[in-house]
């Protein structure tokens, strides 16, 4: 195949969109820089079950699917009925709608750390209701973090501070640009899988610490009883602990990693998947830090939306029904082993790691060579073949067998030309697109 994709109309959009929208796009993560520019969509305009059609008329199986928010599949027909249905009935009262209850009734069945339920429409939303829970719950200040934990100022403040690894902004890329320096100083990172470092940071602290807020895991499960000791740390402090399940939850376990691990948190946030696709999310915790919630001026019309209430209801009950975490673990294992299998049959070093629910490449780059141009050209060749992707990969429930041979075939095509070009010092020359940027550092894997 020698022909790249027309993306024409993906890139004259993408050029008005800078005339219009500053950054381009409403998520970071739908830049065109965080893909190959040039060569991936930019822009779609239908999708149904693992694919979609962008706005040139080009078809892709999608890895990414809404960077997670899509679990069922796209336009998956049980939730797309429940939410026409839910439609005709209205999608906002002036009063309030039992299916709060009833959405509430289920999460507290469903996420061990569930007794009570309060609701937002994102991730990063449901974060800052976190945090302010915890804040108005103790009567402290300061939050701990290691995650990714959305764009508000009281998380952004944290690139006041320094990463405890690198020494540089905890989130490279995302300088705080409009925070307020007053609150410089109030969230203070910590690294994975650190106890020690965790411990000290306690200590240093002490007493004014609200919350200790984390994603549990992202690329791989924690390692042994390191969670438990975060949980015990924050007990002998008492300081709230907050698992941040917005992009770790519902694939590996409808439970969530608490599930898994063992490990129930004070509070949880979770979002994107819950409702595949429509906009959805919630905190959930024990009735003794959620109940002071009551005193606290938490509030938005659209959080009483029913469409992200019934979409959430039947994605959530859709899981339970067709056994999705068993059906995940089948779709990413048999992924990583073709992916493994296709680096193998081209003699490309590196392999498939991570979780099964969100596998990722991993090529293992000579020193001194940009790791960068080496993802990017993977980028590209994929969606030259018609697999939109980054290096790592979300399924959803509507991918099939075909879908995974169809990605092993263009990643077997792709590894061939990373390998010849790190041989051949060719990579710049088979770039066809702009080199991709990593939009921030993350402080968990």
């Not at 219009?20 to 993560?29: E, H, K, M, N, R």
């Not at 009567?139 to 009281?154: A, N, P, S, T, V």
């Not at 609200?210 to 740390?233: F, K, N």
Request: glycine fraction near 8%.
């Amino acid at each position: 195949m020698s022909i790249y994709p027309e993306t024409a109309r993906s890139q004259a959009l993408y050029a008005r969109a800078g005339e219009l929208i500053p950054g381009w796009t409403q998520l970071i993560s739908r830049r065109a820089d965080q893909f190959a520019r040039g060569v991936s969509p930019v822009y779609a305009q239908r999708a149904k079950g693992s694919r979609f059609i962008d706005v040139d008329e080009n078809e892709y199986i999608d890895w990414v699917n809404a960077v997670g928010a899509v679990i069922l599949g796209h336009a998956d027909e049980a939730v797309d009925d429940a939410v026409k249905e839910q439609i005709d009935r209205g999608s906002l009262y002036t009063l309030n709608s039992p299916l709060e209850l009833e959405l509430a009734e289920e999460l507290c069945a469903t996420l061990p750390s569930a007794e009570m339920v309060r609701y937002t429409k994102g991730g990063g939303e449901a974060c800052a209701v976190a945090a302010r829970i915890a804040r108005g719950a103790t009567g402290r200040d300061k939050i701990l973090i290691c995650g990714y934990h959305g764009w508000h100022d009281w998380y952004q403040a944290a690139n006041f501070g320094v990463d405890p690894e690198s020494g540089e902004y905890p989130f490279a890329g995302i300088e705080p640009i409009g925070v307020p320096k007053a609150l410089a100083g109030t969230v203070i990172p910590f690294s994975y899988g650190n106890l020690a470092q965790l411990a000290e940071l306690l200590e240093q602290h002490g007493g004014e610490v609200a919350a200790i807020m984390m994603e549990p895991a992202r690329s791989t499960l924690p390692p042994a009883d390191y969670l438990a000791g975060v949980q015990a740390l924050a007990r002998a402090h008492n300081v709230i602990l907050i698992f941040d399940e917005v992009s770790c939850g519902w694939r590996q376990a409808i439970g969530g990693i608490q599930s898994i691990v063992g490990v129930t948190p004070d509070m949880t946030v979770v979002a994107k998947a819950m409702s595949n696709g429509y906009p959805m999310g919630a905190v959930v915790g024990a009735r003794a830090v959620m109940e002071p919630a009551a005193r606290m001026f938490i509030s938005s019309s659209y959080w009483s939306d029913n469409i992200g209430l019934v979409a959430s209801l039947t994605t959530i009950r859709e899981l339970k029904r067709r056994d999705a975490e068993t059906r995940f673990r089948e779709i990413g294992e048999k992924l990583r082993l073709a992916l493994n299998a296709a680096m193998a049959d081209v003699g490309l070093p590196g392999r498939c790691i991570g979780l099964h629910s969100n596998p990722v490449v991993n090529i293992e780059v000579p020193a001194g060579i940009d790791a960068r141009k080496v993802s990017t050209l993977f980028i590209q060749e994929m969606a030259r073949r018609g697999i939109h992707t980054y290096m790592s990969f979300k399924a959803t429930l509507a991918h099939t067998d075909a879908d995974i041979e169809q990605t092993a075939a263009a990643a077997r095509a792709a590894f061939a030309i990373i390998k010849s070009g790190l041989e051949n010092d060719a990579l710049d020359r088979l770039l066809v697109a702009d080199v991709s940027k990593e939009p921030f550092r993350r402080l968990v894997r």
